[in-house]
C-alpha cells in the first residue's frame, strides 16, 4: 500500500542553525510534492512545489530537493529563527489525469530554540 | 481577498447525531476537497467536489457524504456520529486549472463526539 513517512519524533534545532526535515515515500509515482507548515489548531499553510522532474526548488530561505530514485524529499529551512517552529508536511500528488488527489504524511514537529 | 472560510469553528455532538459542516472556497478556486485530521496525525483525505460532482473519494464509509453549490461552496454531512469521528475537519480549495498549485486551507471545524 502507498506510504508516506516522515520522522514523527520532533525535531529540535538552536536558532540561525539549518533544520532538515526528510520525507520518504513507497509504493506511489507522484507527479509532484508538496510541503506545507501546520500551525497548532490551524489549517496547513502552502510553501512550496516541486515536480518529479525538478531536482532542487527555493523560495527565500527554504530549499526542497527531490529525488524519484531514493523517494525521497527533503526540505531545508536556513538561519532558522523561533518563528519558525510548527509542524511541517509533506503531501503527494499522483499523475491523475489532470486534478489533484493530494496525500499528506504525518508530519514533523519543529521546535527552533532561542 | 478572503481565503476558505469554514464553519463553524467548533462543534459538540452526541453518538448516533447527524453533522453539516460548510465551506467557502477562496475566490477564483472552483475545486474543494475535504480532509479529516485526527490529532497528531496528518490529513486524510474524504473527497474531492469539483463542478457539483464528487470527483475523488479516500477510504471513508458512506456515513460521510458532501455536496458542492454552484457557487463552489461545498458541505461535508456526517451521519450516526461514532466517537472516532473526533478530529479537526479541513476544507482545502483550488483551481482545477492550476496544475499542482497547492491548496488554500481553511482553520478547520473542530468536531467533538460525546
Known amino acids: 500500500s502507498q506510504k508516506i513517512e516522515q520522522n514523527s519524533e520532533a525535531l529540535n534545532i538552536q536558532e540561525g542553525k539549518t533544520a532538515t526535515l526528510t520525507c520518504n515515500y513507497t509504493?506511489?509515482?507522484?507527479?509532484?510534492l508538496q510541503w506545507y507548515r501546520q500551525d497548532p489548531g490551524r489549517g496547513p499553510v502552502f510553501l512550496l512545489l516541486i515536480r518529479e522532474n525538478e531536482k532542487e526548488k527555493r523560495k527565500e530561505r527554504l530549499k526542497v530537493t527531490f529525488d524519484t530514485t531514493l523517494k525521497q524529499s527533503l526540505f531545508h529551512i536556513t538561519a532558522s529563527q523561533p518563528a519558525d517552529s510548527a509542524t511541517y508536511l509533506c503531501?503527494?500528488?499522483?499523475?491523475?489525469?489532470?486534478?489533484?488527489?493530494?496525500?499528506f504524511g504525518t508530519g514533523t514537529k519543529l521546535q527552533v530554540i532561542p | 481577498d478572503a481565503g476558505v472560510t469554514q464553519s463553524p469553528t467548533h462543534l459538540i455532538k452526541t453518538r448516533g447525531q447527524q453533522v453539516t459542516l460548510r465551506c467557502s472556497p477562496k475566490?477564483?478556486?472552483?475545486?474543494v476537497s475535504w480532509y479529516q485530521q485526527a490529532l497528531g496525525q496528518g490529513p486524510q483525505f474524504i473527497f474531492q467536489?469539483?463542478?457539483?460532482?464528487?470527483?475523488q473519494r479516500g477510504n471513508f464509509p458512506d456515513r460521510f457524504s458532501g455536496h458542492q453549490f454552484p457557487n463552489y461552496s461545498s458541505e461535508l454531512n456526517v451521519n450516526a456520529l461514532l466517537l472516532g469521528d473526533s478530529a479537526l475537519y479541513l476544507c482545502?480549495?483550488?483551481?482545477?486549472?492550476?496544475?499542482?498549485?497547492?491548496?488554500?486551507f481553511g482553520s478547520g471545524t473542530r468536531l467533538t463526539v460525546v
Open positions: 509504493n506511489y509515482s507522484p507527479a509532484y
Open positions: 482545502a480549495s483550488s483551481f482545477d486549472g492550476a496544475d499542482g498549485a497547492g491548496y488554500t
Open positions: 503531501a503527494l500528488a499522483p499523475y491523475s489525469g489532470g486534478y489533484q488527489k493530494v496525500t
Open positions: 475566490s477564483g478556486h472552483d475545486t
Open positions: 467536489y469539483y463542478e457539483e460532482e464528487e470527483r
